[in-house]
């Protein structure tokens, strides 16, 4: 039987997912686009999220994952 590893490393400015056999196979920004307001939705999240830092409206809010928590 056939076994799938993968290793994820949760970097402050970037996030690597690593298979065994294949090596990395993921690597994006470590950062999240959000609705300021109670439901907090997720606009948009790694490279498409890191496009839009400074250039989002007032109702969007950029944050990093690991340093904001």
Known sequence: MASN?????????????????????????????????????IKAMGKDAYKLIGKTAKETRIVFPVFDG
């Open 5 to 41: 590893k993968f290793a994820i490393d949760f970097d402050s400015s970037y996030t690597n997912i690593y298979k065994l056999g294949s090596g990395l196979v993921l690597s994006e920004p470590t950062v999240a686009a959000v609705e300021d307001n109670a439901s907090c939705k």
